[in-house]
């Protein structure tokens, strides 16, 4: 990581305050250094860079909306796969973008100096220039370079957890596809059982409303737990199966046993559907004790909250 601090010795603070033509070339030339220490550092990560590129044209691909899917499930999903997009985004393009405005700005400190001399007026009008509120030199190194350990933490971060990330992505996709079968195949499948079981259609199609109410909130549970893992939280320190993939199995597992208390047996829901929860919170429970951490346990037991509430 870089300090502020030592490139701030390279510098006469107090000389660089006094004048906006050093202030302009001072900034302009710490863009540049800070600049070139991006592109040190993306040659040295070129390939994990390359990765989490493909990684991510997976998820910048424009969603298309489902006509079997509600407005709201669809927004669900496309805002789902918009947020973890740009949870894995690299940033890379960004801080080049914020460093290259701020050696832009300065540049036009000094075009601007260059027309104003030009000027029949231009002692008051650089007097004015002069007097023009600007951030301390200081400030804005300490804010470039903030911008740069920034994306050098970001990137690090996915180097120490590359495999954690491509299996969550593998995993959103297997459950934005597997809703879509909810929508589609289980739904065929249940009418088809329901049919045979000589169910009323009115009472079969309040039972799906309520299953549908119940999956979607299960669904909802998904991205929290995965935005909460990419702030390098619920993590292991190794390749092995995190805490929060842990989690989102026994997620999964409860949305797979309500799609079997539908499809299969639908005698005494709401009954069987408070053990379902039951069985979910009794699963969770040594996650949440195993986790050294208050903020993680905090986390978790919020995070279940509403679906303990589901009846």
Request: glycine share 2%; with cysteine; aromatic share 10%.
């Amino acid at each position: 990581m870089l300090d502020h601090k030592t490139i701030l010795d390279d510098y006469d603070a107090e000389a660089v305050a006094r004048s906006p033509l050093r202030y302009a070339d001072a900034v302009s030339s710490v863009a540049v250094r800070l600049l070139g220490y991006i592109e040190q550092f993306e040659t040295a990560q070129v390939e994990v860079i390359d990765k989490f590129s493909r990684l991510s044209s997976k998820l910048n691909a424009a969603y298309v909306d489902n006509p079997r899917l509600s407005d709201g499930e669809n927004l669900l999903l496309a805002d789902r796969q918009q947020a973890l997009a740009q949870q894995i985004a690299l940033g890379l393009n960004s801080a080049k973008e914020q460093l290259l405005s701020i050696k832009s700005q300065a540049e036009d400190i000094s075009a601007r100096i260059d027309r104003i001399n030009l000027m029949t007026n231009s002692l008051s009008e650089l007097a004015a220039l002069e007097n023009e509120r600007r951030p301390s030199f200081a400030f804005l190194v300490e804010d470039a370079v903030r911008i740069v350990n920034g994306l050098f933490k970001r990137i690090k971060f996915f180097v120490e957890h590359q495999k954690f990330v491509e299996r969550i992505i593998a995993r959103w996709l297997d459950w934005s596809e597997d809703y879509k079968a909810f929508k589609t195949v289980k739904r065929e499948e249940f009418i088809k059982n329901c049919t045979k079981a000589r169910v009323e259609q009115s009472t079969w199609e309040e039972w799906y409303g309520d299953w549908q109410s119940k999956r979607f909130a299960i669904e909802q549970r998904f991205f929290p737990l995965v935005e909460f893992a990419l702030k390098g939280n619920l993590l292991s320190e190794d390749d092995s199966e995190s805490a929060a993939e842990q989690v989102l199995s026994i997620l999964e597992t409860l949305k797979y046993d309500v799609d079997d208390l539908y499809i299969l047996d639908r005698r005494n829901i709401p009954q069987k559907f408070c053990r379902l929860t039951e069985k979910f919170q009794r699963s969770l429970q040594p996650v949440l004790d195993g986790r050294a951490r208050t903020e993680e346990r905090l986390f978790l037991s919020k995070w279940a909250e509403p679906l303990l509430r589901t009846s």
